[in-house]
């Protein structure tokens, strides 16, 4: 077995043992790229020089100190090209570090580059790059979900040992499903959103996808954290989230939303979401029915709030201080239309114009605002399902991994693969995807939803569940040719 | 329901997208369907329920204003598509 098989606490293990260097495992990882890349397209950028230099230098063994990784390319990097998988951004080198970035870098974290994704984290497949779509390592012929689909298939795949994401509607956990790793999206406010480039300011938040529960437990620990950067950054002491995997969830209560298991959820998956339900009563946990009313709701206000903020968060690529310009145009005006014309990609536009639409005079009450009112109902069914219940269950995802095009020419579809992801983001809550299942060799997630600030809660119920089932164990056959 | 044309061009504007026509006429049914799709809000009663911008109880987020040291002005423009004197340079504005 080679060392980019293993997981962050495994590797951890053996530098402090001193079996291993952090060359030796950044060169495993490396090869690994080299190995299999060219069929799964997961980066964008490899900076494998950089990487093999930085692990020559780290001793290694203290936290993540010589573990090797890769980010989402919507996360600033200094130095590293950062284009959010976007013409526009093409060529933008940041002269700083996301605050991120800038703790994995203080942890000695080694850098392996930037990973693919939908244009400006919109889309649910990764297609939607302007450079080229990411595979699902279990299955080529299909989509790695997205948009952090270059995080989820990079390390599904084992050339990075985790990666961090962005998740604005699903973007963590509906990938995290769909190639069968762990993906954890945050409260809001948990983890710095400063040098992340924005896509919808009040439902972003930046997280983490691992090989199993312990590693999400040790890297969302370096990641979280109030940072004066972003004033919307909380104030909270972070807990040790390593302290949470025990094992135990007896007595744990666990509401089971109804809606989440409607019409439109393939009925295999709700299978092995029923299963994995039985596995947590046979541990010791209440599992309950339970209801989120206003469920329904969620997807229309989030694609009216969504494309609404992204509207305005991305008016900035002009063509003048960073990105694409097109030189042909003659005065301002025409500069910034031509300009934004070639450097967006279709989805970035609809949702552009979309927003734009929804926010315009005339439309804003019944849009917007209509939006903002629903979007407290939605957060309000969240809040008394918790007064009741530790933490909620639901698929992921409405069905495994689709095939690449099969959706790509129907919007909507599309959009409805978020419908079970997109409420916590309008709710602001934390939320985890952990394998449970397969269907027909394609992995199934579950989502465990938590109260703000109970990601140790998640962390908990995921792990009893990760170390009864042994789910995590089961790799994807990318064969080495 | 569609976007009519007229539409369509007016939010592209205020966009500053420059649509093809073929992008003008995709937009138009898309948007429409979209739009169809988020009228479903409509049978939810909301007049009574305050519009939630912001997930967190938090309002303003103060620090203390010291100066600090600033990003150097060639590295700011470094990433300017034209640059001149150490200025951002755009195109002719009248």
């Not at chain 1, 080198?93 to 939908?118: E, F, H, I």
């Amino acid at each position: 077995m080679s060392l980019c098989s293993l997981t962050v606490h495994e590797l951890v293990t053996l530098l402090q043992r001193r079996e291993v260097s952090p060359l030796e495992i950044a060169t495993s990882c490396l090869q690994r790229i080299e190995a299999v890349d060219a069929r799964v397209r997961a980066f964008l950028t490899v900076t494998a020089e950089q990487a093999l230099e930085h692990a020559r230098a780290i001793e290694g063994g203290r936290g993540l100190a010589g573990i090797p990784a890769a980010v989402k390319d919507n996360l600033c990097t200094r130095g590293v090209r950062t284009t959010c998988a976007s013409r526009i951004l093409e060529n933008f080198v940041p002269p700083y570090d996301a605050t991120v970035v800038a703790r994995l870098v203080q942890a000695q974290v080694v850098s392996l580059g930037k990973l693919n994704m939908d244009e400006f984290a919109m889309g649910s497949s990764t297609e939607n790059s302007a450079f080229f779509p990411t595979r699902n390592p279990w299955d080529l012929e299909r989509v790695p979900g997205g948009s952090s689909g270059g995080s989820a298939a990079a390390v599904a795949a084992d050339e990075v040992i985790f990666a961090l994401g962005s998740d604005t509607g699903g973007s963590i956990r509906q990938p995290a499903a769909f190639c069968g790793v762990v993906g954890m999206k945050p409260t809001y406010g948990r983890v710095s959103r400063f040098g992340l480039v924005a896509f919808a300011s009040s439902l972003d938040q930046v997280g983490c996808l691992t090989k199993d529960v312990t590693d999400c437990a040790m890297v969302l620990q370096v990641i979280s954290g109030f940072d004066p950067m972003d004033s919307t950054s909380a104030r909270m002491e972070v807990p040790d989230y390593t302290a949470a995997l025990t094992g135990e969830v007896k007595g744990m209560k666990i509401g089971v939303p109804r809606e989440y298991f409607g019409e439109g959820v393939d009925g295999a998956v709700k299978e092995v979401l029923q299963r994995a339900l039985q596995q947590f009563e046979a541990l010791g946990a209440v599992v309950e029915e339970t209801s989120l009313p206003h469920t329904e709701y969620a997807l229309p206000a989030y694609y009216i709030l969504a494309p609404a903020e992204a509207s305005s968060n991305l008016a900035r690529f002009d063509g003048v201080r960073y990105g694409l310009r097109d030189e042909t145009a003659d005065n301002l005006l025409d500069m910034y239309g031509s300009t934004r014309a070639r450097g967006f990609g279709p989805e970035v536009k609809r949702r552009i114009m979309l927003g734009t639409y929804a926010l315009s005079s005339g439309y804003y009450d019944a849009y917007y605002l209509k939006a903002m009112r629903v979007r407290r109902l939605v957060k309000e069914d969240f809040d008394r399902a918790f007064a009741r219940y530790d933490v909620l269950v639901t698929p992921t995802a409405p069905t495994v991994a689709f095939r690449l095009n099969e959706k790509v020419d129907d919007v909507l579809a599309m959009y409805m693969s978020d419908i079970a992801t997109i409420p916590v983001n309008l709710a602001g809550i934390p939320a985890v995807s952990i394998p449970c299942g397969f269907v027909q060799g394609l992995p199934v997630g579950m989502q465990v939803m938590g109260r703000p600030f109970g990601e140790a809660d998640l962390l908990r119920a995921a792990y009893a569940f990760e170390q009864h089932t042994g789910i995590r164990a089961l790799k994807p056959g990318l064969e080495v040719a | 329901m569609t976007l009519s044309r007229q539409e369509v061009e007016h939010v592209a504007m205020l966009a500053r997208l420059k649509l093809s026509e073929e992008e003008k006429e995709r937009l138009s049914s898309e948007l429409g369907a979209i739009l169809d799709y988020v009228e479903r809000l409509e049978a939810l009663p909301t007049a009574e329920v305050e519009p939630l911008a912001h997930v967190l109880p938090m309002h303003n987020a103060f620090r203390p204003d010291e100066p600090r040291a600033p990003f150097a002005r060639d590295e700011m423009l470094a990433n300017a598509p034209q640059a001149l004197d150490g200025l951002f340079k755009v195109p002719r504005i009248l």
